[in-house]
């Protein structure tokens, strides 16, 4: 079975600052889709940015962008120029490619400040 | 602007009490989840439907947890009997798959949180 890792149960950083959040998983297939859902204090889960596994150039999504280390299993999500907004609880998941495997598994979040 | 809608977004109720929780996916979504989300496990996934059909729901207890899709609009979420132990927040979300090289966003409801005294 696939795991999430998320090793940093909270984070801060100045407002404008760029900040890192990791993410590491564990899985024996080659492909597959990584996520990072971002959950403000209202619980919307909000779509953060995507990765595609076959994919070599790391996702970029305005102030957000990612580092994929596949070879490593590493996932981690770069915020840059944070603002106030930022602030939210931050969730890397792993979804397989298979069909009838549609399932997200979600590490246990960082909880992410931002500091005026 | 579509979105997947969840009612009750709060309940409380009575140990032994049933509960029901409904969600509406997004028009046209075939696959429709529900997860669990609690401080101390995190987002759990309980059940998944595809075309209405169950693929997984070995996540959920089966001695007090149900989950159906009457319809393609309407999928829900019962317990019965409820216990404190199902206090948290559940969310639906939908997709649609497969769609090519679909990768595979999941649109959530804002939850319905749970409160079981």
């Known amino acids: 079975a696939q795991t999430v890792t998320q090793s940093q149960p909270e984070m801060s950083v100045q407002e404008a600052e760029t900040v890192t959040l990791s993410c590491t998983y564990d899985t024996s297939e080659s492909d597959y889709y990584l996520f990072w859902y971002k959950q403000p204090p209202s619980r919307q889960m909000i779509l953060v940015i995507r990765q595609e596994a076959y994919k070599q150039q790391n996702a970029t999504e305005n102030r957000f962008s990612v580092n994929f280390q596949k070879a490593a299993k590493s996932f981690s999500l770069k915020i840059s120029d944070s603002q106030l907004g930022d602030a939210a609880m931050y969730f890397c998941a792993y979804r397989s490619s298979l069909f009838g495997n549609e399932k997200l598994t979600f590490g246990t979040g960082t909880r992410l400040t931002i500091i005026p | 602007d579509a979105r997947v809608t969840q009612t009750p977004r709060h309940k409380v109720t009575e140990m032994g009490q049933e509960v029901t929780m409904r969600c509406q996916p997004i028009l046209g979504h075939n696959t429709v989840f529900w997860y669990r989300q609690t401080m101390m496990q995190g987002l759990e996934l309980l059940a998944y439907?595809?075309?209405?059909?169950?693929?997984?729901d070995s996540g959920m207890p089966k001695d007090r947890f149900s989950a159906e899709m009457p319809d393609a609009t309407l999928a829900t979420l019962k317990i019965q009997p409820s216990e404190p132990r199902d206090s948290a927040v559940y969310f639906c979300?939908?997709?649609?798959?497969?769609?090519?090289?679909?990768?595979?966003?999941?649109?959530f409801g804002e939850g319905s949180r749970l409160t079981v005294l």
């Open positions: 439907f595809r075309n209405r059909a169950p693929l997984d």
């Open positions: 979300a939908s997709g649609l798959y497969p769609t090519g090289r679909n990768t595979g966003e999941l649109f």
